[in-house]
């Protein structure tokens, strides 16, 4: 099932801040490139790598193909283990919010009725950090695939993860991912 989910996404995005800030669909269609992405897994994302940058314990990859242009990278650490993260910033809660719904939505959507869908708080030093919604295929032999909404202080994410369920378990502080990406983008 195909749908253009990212120019309504991209649409919502940033409003308020400045054109800088604003996200842009970085593919011709989205949905293909998800479902290509989500395919990939078991190569570890080998079709999209680009450069790459070694920290300690994780190598963060470029991302060939990037569904939110300039947001997107794969991730791969020491065990081998590998994601596709997409991550932006809300100016506030109210646009984290609707870019979270909205995400979700549109992602059910291309994912299709073979992915069951389960929404969780986030968990950051035992308290509510925010929330996510994660994506598992009916055969379980695939990544999930997963929305992130998270709040800290004054500042709100949205991360699209395509990868193994137990990472995401063990990523359980929202500093981690974040930390990780602020670094690469700095480079």
Known sequence: MKTRFLPVLVGLSLAGC?????LQVGVEDPCDSLQGIV???????GNYRG??????????????????????EIWEWANMDT?????????????????????VASIAQCLGGNWSQEETDRIRDGENAGIATRFSEST???????????????????YVYVGTPRRLTDLR???????????????
């Open 140 to 158: 379980q032999a695939g990544p999930n695939v997963s929305v992130h909404r998270v709040g800290f202080r004054r500042n709100h994410s949205i």
């Open 51 to 72: 450069k790459a940058i070694n920290f300690r314990s994780v190598t963060v990859f470029s991302a060939r193909e990037e569904i939110i242009k300039g947001h997107c």
């Open 173 to 187: 502080s929202c500093g981690r991912l974040r930390s990780v990406s602020q670094r690469v983008r700095r480079i």
């Open 83 to 103: 994601a596709y993260v997409c991550s932006a910033t809300a100016p506030n809660s109210d646009v984290a919010s609707a870019l979270y719904d909205q995400s």
């Open 18 to 22: 400045s054109a800088q800030d604003k």
């Open 39 to 45: 395919a990939d897994y078991p190569s570890g994302f």
